[in-house]
């Protein structure tokens, strides 16, 4: 099976687990949409500011002396996005209605970027 096909079987997984999902995307941490589901907002764009994001996570992690970076969240009024770092290689985000159920995103979201870190 090839990476593509991966990735995809990847994000049908999520959509399948968590049903509040609206979108979910995998991008490089050079900002380029690798992979996404198909929802409302620009693949580019969202690869572009969650690589930024996962960079200042990354700094902030340094700077406090707080470990590698794992993941963030960005939480608003119509919804939640969440953010996880998929080793050195990129970023995996999830866009979630307002309600959604943090600890299974967490849950799903986590072994997901496991598994992107081995196919990527």
Known sequence: MDKQTQLNDVIQGLRSAIAEL?????????????AHSHGASDPNRVAAM??????????????LDLGE?????VKSANGQAFLYSIGSKGVLVLIAQADANV??????????AAKLDEIL
Do not use: Y
């Open 50 to 63: 969650a690589a930024a994001t996962l960079g200042v996570g990354k700094r902030i992690s340094t700077t």
């Open 22 to 34: 609206r979108e979910v995307l995998i991008a490089s941490t050079d900002g380029l949409a690798i």
């Open 69 to 73: 970076m794992r993941e963030t969240t």
């Open 103 to 112: 600890g299974l995103i967490n849950l799903e979201a986590r072994d997901a």
